[in-house]
């Protein structure tokens, strides 16, 4: 089936650690986004990519890393340095250039004990 | 970032009335997308919207886009207990690729 793949559904990590989260799409879009979303709150937008090699930083990028190596992959990495770390993580993709639509991922609930 | 105005912020209401929510922006939009969540997952687009004035349905929801591209709304008639969830709408600036600006979300309650 065509679509996003978030991968794990539920983290946990300890305070201080790095920890990666997988977005994967076969729906060959070329833009990608991750946001945060917290209890209660709209979506906030930490990184987008808009084509292979290249990405930019959103409103919340502090404490966040990305990569985009593949078409199909953006990994993000939640670091030490993000001070508030437990959220929920969403990934989208669309195509770029006018009238695109988003699609999203399930999202990743990072828990920091 | 700048985040659209998405108005009300929550609804309780009875099954089988009918809902309406908006989103406004000082800034003009050329997309307008609808979407909802449910609890643990990602929001699942409902309906697009590309022209200015366009009014779009899809089954029981219609949305419209506000003629002067500062503005949407979102009808839902004749609600269902599966109704209930977090409508999300999202407005797309540029014409290449720019990125989707989100409201803060509608959460929709509906009692049986």
């Known amino acids: 089936d065509g679509g996003i793949t978030q991968s794990p559904k539920y983290l946990f990590r300890k305070e201080g650690q790095n920890v990666t989260l997988s977005c994967e799409q076969n729906?060959?879009?070329?833009?990608m986004y991750w946001y945060r979303q917290d209890p209660g709150q709209g979506l906030r937008l930490i990184y987008y990519?808009?084509?292979?090699?290249?990405?930019q930083k959103g409103d919340i990028a502090e404490g966040y890393s990305v990569s985009r190596e593949k078409k199909e992959s953006f990994p993000l990495t939640v670091t030490s340095a993000q001070k508030n770390p437990t959220a929920f993580y969403l990934c989208?993709?669309?195509?770029?250039?006018?009238?695109?639509?988003?699609?999203f991922g399930q999202g990743t609930r990072l828990t920091v004990v | 970032g700048q985040q659209l105005n998405q108005s009300p912020q929550s609804m309780f209401i009875q099954e089988g009335e009918d809902v309406s929510m908006n989103c406004t922006s000082s800034?003009?939009?050329?997309?307008w997308l609808w979407y909802k969540q449910e609890p643990g997952e990602g929001p699942v687009l409902l309906i697009a919207l590309y022209k200015a004035g366009e009014l779009t349905s899809n089954g029981r929801l219609t949305a419209q886009f506000g003629i002067t591209r500062k503005d949407s709304f979102l009808n839902i008639s004749a609600s269902i207990p599966s109704d209930v969830g977090i409508y999300f709408c999202?407005?797309?600036?540029?014409?290449?690729?720019?990125?989707?600006?989100f409201g803060e979300g509608t959460q929709l309650t509906v009692n049986p």
């Open positions: 999202a407005g797309q600036r540029g014409t290449s690729g720019s990125r989707l600006t």
């Open positions: 800034s003009i939009f050329n997309t």
């Open positions: 729906l060959n879009h070329d833009a």
């Open positions: 990519s808009q084509i292979v090699n290249d990405f």
């Open positions: 989208a993709s669309s195509r770029t250039g006018a009238n695109t639509e988003a699609f």
